[in-house]
């Protein structure tokens, strides 16, 4: 090529936006030659000139409105989680319908081919005024209406829609300082930091300390401080939509600041509304929401949402938990609970005179210090988690058990129902191989199975997967008035026949209720399951399917109630 085309070339290069025809006439008369036309299109009516303070605002914008917008997406699943369970399927969808939303706010972004600094001004109002009641809508949906999917749906698609037309226009605003690539980097970057940051302060700092609802009208007022400093910024180019849009937002902050001050208020009373029973304590740690209530004599302790006991008939259950166990182990010094930090299993583990130590391993920290701190659960538990005998862990089980330590003579699972992927591998025969690297020579374990009537798939499943792992394992049932039949699974490597030793009398258990706790009804035979490995985790799909039944109000056997 001759030298006029390169010159042209990296003019091309310099003025990106620039459209060029180049025209070629080529002459044959001994050399080829070259004659270059060059046409200048107009330049783009939307394109900016950006200052360098300019740049570092709109750099530091995307961080914050890309957390911004993973906490709305963080507060979504959550608060669907703690009111309907099923945290893999509530967040898989809350996910999926966010990104879809944000393509078709991506596609829509096209239209708008003029004003983009007071179109994106206007979007983030927007989104900082229906992310911030986001959490508040959806909790009057759930508590008042039969609608929440529906409601949560619209509310996930317009902040999705609202997210993703801002981009495409920050984009735009910055090829006019940047070029097209490195604006598309730059927005992406700053993105992809922002979302980093949300993810981590979402579930360490935001969600524990602040809860649902107050969160969420931070997060807007967020949002809405990015506009205003923007529209501000960039007030020239406002022009003539200045007045709309500081109605716009003084609407929003208004908005916002209501459902900041009403958060507290609301929160109380969608509580009350949610339990039968008066809240006597409500607290939302990192990883659920604790919630005790109290009527008359009845203490009751919720863990999202989820009954975990009632003080009228806990002792059934806890009984057998413990006293089952213990029937059948040769010796009783060293005990092991996974689970239980309401301090209920290890109050009756303490009743053995020949115990010397208690391990309690629980997740969440916030579960046994209100267990330690709040005045009706100590009289209930006995203040057994003060026992100097009692060392208290709060670690992941799965973990825990992975290390090398001491060995126990029992050993009891008091776990939440395997309702989602964390917990059902803590019945999987990988979390019952390491649990038995824990049981000593005689050692026995016990593990809560859900419900064997509404549950009955999930129920033999646990024991099929015990089976994998122990020589020895035998069901067991027990009516509670306030969950229906309950069931477990006692396992060892020693026969479970005969006990070697009398039970110890409680309320409900004694040696005149163990037999008829160790004979299942013969309306409950054994299923044909699959073994719960940690691959696969079939127990989900089997806890989910039982509870189905009983919530389109189906018995086990598929009669209508």
């Given at each position: 090529m001759g030298k006029p085309v390169k010159e042209h070339d990296s003019a091309l290069r310099r003025n990106p936006r620039s459209t060029f025809t180049v025209a070629h006439t080529v002459k044959k008369t001994g050399e080829h030659s070259v004659d270059t036309e060059i046409k200048a299109a107009p330049a783009d009516p939307v394109a900016l000139e950006i200052t360098q303070q300019q740049f570092v605002l709109l750099a530091g914008s995307i961080f914050i409105i890309a957390a911004c917008s993973l906490v709305y997406e963080l507060l979504i699943s959550s608060l669907s989680t703690y009111l309907l369970g099923s945290s893999v399927v509530h967040y898989s969808i809350t996910i999926g319908l966010f990104l879809f939303f944000m393509g078709v706010g991506a596609w829509l972004a096209q239209s708008i081919d003029r004003a983009l600094v007071p179109a994106f001004v206007g979007i983030e109002i927007a989104i900082g005024a229906m992310g911030g009641v986001c959490a508040l809508l959806l909790y009057a949906a759930y508590v008042w209406?039969?609608?929440?999917?529906?409601?949560?749906?619209?509310v996930t698609g317009i902040i999705g829609i609202l997210v993703g037309i801002e981009l495409p226009l920050l984009t735009r605003i910055l090829e006019s300082r940047s070029g097209l690539r490195r604006g598309i980097s730059q927005v992406l970057t700053f993105d992809y930091l922002g979302a980093l940051a949300a993810s981590l302060l979402f579930p360490f700092i935001l969600l524990p300390y602040l809860g649902h609802l107050i969160t969420a009208s931070v997060v807007g007022l967020v949002n809405l401080l990015v506009a205003i400093t923007v529209a501000w910024t960039f007030r020239r180019q406002l022009h003539p939509y200045g007045a709309g849009i500081v109605m716009a937002a003084s609407g929003s902050l208004l908005l916002l600041l209501f459902a900041a001050v009403w958060a507290n208020p609301a929160a109380e009373m969608f509580e009350k509304a949610l339990y039968e029973d008066p809240v006597i304590h409500v607290e939302q740690s990192r990883f659920q929401k604790l919630v005790l209530t109290r009527r008359g004599d009845d203490l009751r302790f919720y863990l999202d949402g989820n009954l975990q006991f009632s003080s009228l008939d806990e002792y059934r259950y806890h009984e057998v938990l413990v006293h089952l166990p213990a029937a059948f182990t040769q010796q009783l010094k060293r005990v092991l609970?996974?689970?239980?930090?309401?301090?209920?299993?290890?109050?009756?583990?303490?009743?053995?005179?020949?115990?010397?130590?208690?391990?309690?391993?629980?997740?969440?920290?916030?579960?046994?210090?209100?267990?330690?701190?709040?005045?009706?659960?100590?009289?209930?538990?006995?203040?057994?988690?003060?026992?100097?005998?009692?060392?208290?862990?709060?670690?992941?089980?799965?973990?825990?058990?992975?290390?090398?330590?001491?060995?126990?003579?029992?050993?009891?699972?008091?776990?939440?129902?395997?309702?989602?992927?964390?917990?059902a591998k803590l019945y999987s025969v990988a979390f019952y191989e390491r649990l038995a690297r824990r049981l000593s020579v005689g050692g026995v374990m016990i593990t809560q199975a859900t419900s064997p009537w509404f549950s009955r798939r999930a129920f033999w499943s646990i024991g099929e997967t015990l089976s994998v792992v122990f020589d020895y394992v035998r069901p067991a049932t027990v009516y509670i008035p306030s969950f229906g039949l309950w069931g477990f699974f006692i396992a060892a490597d020693h026969p479970l026949s005969k006990p070697l030793k009398p039970p110890t009398d409680g309320h409900y258990f004694g040696p005149e209720t163990l037999q008829s706790v160790l004979s299942l009804p013969q309306d409950l035979p054994r299923q044909t399951v699959n073994v719960n490995r940690s691959q696969s985790l079939p127990i989900i799909e089997y806890y989910r399917e039982g509870w189905q039944s009983l919530n389109n109000g189906v018995s086990p056997g598929g009669v209508a109630q």
């Open positions: 209406t039969e609608f929440y999917y529906p409601a949560m749906l619209i609970v996974i689970g239980g930090g309401d301090g209920l299993a290890v109050r009756e583990v303490l009743k053995y005179p020949s115990v010397t130590s208690v391990t309690l391993v629980d997740l969440d920290p916030a579960v046994t210090r209100l267990a330690k701190s709040q005045i009706q659960l100590r009289q209930l538990n006995g203040d057994a988690l003060e026992n100097p005998a009692v060392t208290i862990v709060n670690q992941d089980a799965w973990q825990w058990l992975a290390q090398q330590g001491d060995l126990f003579e029992l050993v009891i699972v008091d776990l939440p129902d395997p309702e989602s992927e964390d917990i």
